[in-house]
């Protein structure tokens, strides 16, 4: 069974330029969250999908991140302009329904943005 | 607000026994999980605990007293491996089911 992907792995963009992160989660995970962790710091909660609904984006910063799951299977979110305070991994799990009894959620590999 | 304490960094020796503590604040609780996450990799599950006691699997137990709001990983046997951030999470009732994440202990084993 493939895990969680994520792209890019790596991207370097200047301050006021566009990004768009993609998230394909493992299939059948109807649950699909993303993070965020800036160096040396905690794993900040973003966003959470349930299939293509957003459920919770409370942790989501500001209106220039723009986090999308059509159709239930993966996601993007796009940082729309990108400012230097961005910068940092961000992560995107997924889990089954709540109703699996399962509380794992499974993590992608990261996606490092830095804007300069 | 809502906030997990756990130790920046802690050492310790290989084929020893290390513990990891977390404290935390929340306005609910559902659970307390522990994540390893090695550098560069992604974080992965260890485990979770909703109700008190001392959850057992292989060389790595966690403990939760719910009474205290404290929770730790016990990690016994220590190998090289074991090196990476350990990091505890909250299931909390008001979060509308999202993980609140402390940030992080850095394990570090010497030889």
């Known amino acids: 069974e493939a895990g969680v992907t994520q792209f890019p792995s790596h991207s370097v963009i200047e301050k006021g330029q566009t990004v768009t992160l993609r998230c394909d989660p493992i299939s059948g995970h109807d649950n699909l969250y993303w993070y965020r962790r800036v160096m040396g710091k905690e794993i900040k909660f973003l966003l959470h999908f349930v299939k293509e609904s957003k459920q919770d984006e409370s942790g989501m910063p500001n209106n220039r991140f723009l986090a999308e799951r059509t159709g239930g299977t993966y996601s993007t979110l796009k940082v729309q302009p990108a400012e230097l305070e961005d910068s940092g991994v961000y992560f995107c799990?997924?889990?089954?329904?709540?109703?699996?009894?399962?509380?794992?959620?499974?993590f992608g590999p990261g996606t490092r943005l830095t804007v300069t | 607000g809502q906030s997990l304490e756990q130790p920046s960094e802690v050492t310790a020796v290989e084929g020893a026994i290390v513990q990891i503590n977390c404290t935390y604040q929340t306005s609910g609780f559902y659970g307390l999980s522990w994540y390893q996450q090695h550098d560069g990799g992604a974080p992965t599950f260890l485990s979770y605990n909703a109700l008190d006691g001392l959850e057992e699997t292989g060389r790595f137990s966690s403990f939760l007293s719910r009474s205290d709001s404290y929770g730790y990983l016990l990690l016994q046997e220590l190998q090289m491996k074991d090196s990476a951030s350990y990091f505890c999470?909250?299931?909390?009732?008001?979060?509308?089911?999202?993980?609140?994440w402390g940030a992080g202990t850095k394990l570090i084993i010497k030889p």
């Open positions: 999470a909250v299931w909390a009732m008001d979060s509308n089911y999202q993980l609140i």
């Open positions: 799990a997924s889990s089954q329904a709540r109703t699996s009894g399962s509380y794992e959620q499974y």
